[in-house]
């Protein structure tokens, strides 16, 4: 089976193997953890299929990497986005904690900023585009059991998110919002200022706050990676 060009040894399709000319075979592909069967190299969907042998023939099962996987360091805040999921709804049960230990999971409240106060709160909730602070004293893995595929909004490859005004009487506690890259790829800012958008994004390096301004700084943010904005 090949997996985005890397070869996993040792799982031949059952049904492989020598048959009469003119005789049928049938193969299926294997099911491997963490990825998604695809198609076979001939472009045959059905993971079970029946063939005719008349000659020597190689078919090849083609998969994807399946499972959305975040990395998460130890005993800091790991800043990280949930990516929407079509129609589904984010359950404890669509979580693994690999390698994880204590994990603690907060949101940030843009309307407890704007009255002056702290905006972190633990959160027992979890919801598509929305920006999370997750802790664990071990490093590991946050796997998120859906496929890397069901990363969209509809029908298009086009993901947006509604920023919320918050009125304060301090311009610097006004209007804060706790998004982040909800790709499985890395999201360079400078697609924000083609959009339009100018504020600066703030990100979190694991030791400090850093600011980058669309249009004029060069930052990509990484899978997944939650930030600041003001609206």
Not at 78 to 90: E, T
Not at 170 to 179: D, P, R, S, V
Not at 191 to 213: H, K, L, M, Q, R
Request: with cysteine.
């Amino acid at each position: 089976a090949v997996v985005d060009g890397d070869t996993i040894a040792g799982q031949a399709p059952t049904g492989a193997g020598g048959y009469p000319a003119g005789t049928e075979a049938t193969i299926t592909a294997r099911d491997i953890p963490g990825y998604e069967f695809v198609q076979w190299s001939d472009s045959v969907t059905d993971m079970t299929r029946t063939t005719v042998v008349n000659e020597s023939m190689t078919l090849t099962a083609l998969y994807n990497h399946s499972m959305i996987e975040i990395p998460v360091a130890a005993n800091q805040w790991n800043f990280i986005c949930l990516p929407p999921l079509g129609d589904r709804q984010y359950t404890e049960d669509l979580f693994t904690y690999d390698g994880l230990t204590d994990v603690k999971w907060g949101i940030y409240s843009g309307s407890r900023r704007a009255e002056g106060r702290s905006g972190w709160e633990t959160s027992e909730s979890f919801n598509a585009l929305q920006g999370y602070i997750l802790y664990s004293t071990t490093a590991g893995t946050l796997k998120i059991n859906a496929y890397v595929d069901d990363i969209r909004q509809g029908d298009s490859n086009t993901i947006s998110a509604p920023l919320s005004a918050y009125a304060s009487g301090h311009t610097e506690n006004a209007n804060w919002n706790f998004l982040g890259n909800p790709y499985s790829q890395g999201f360079n800012i400078s697609a924000f200022a083609d959009a339009g958008i100018e504020s600066p994004i703030t990100v979190w390096n694991g030791t400090a706050y850093t600011t980058y301004t669309p249009g004029i700084d060069d930052y990509t943010l990484r899978p997944f990676e939650a930030f600041f904005i003001q609206k």
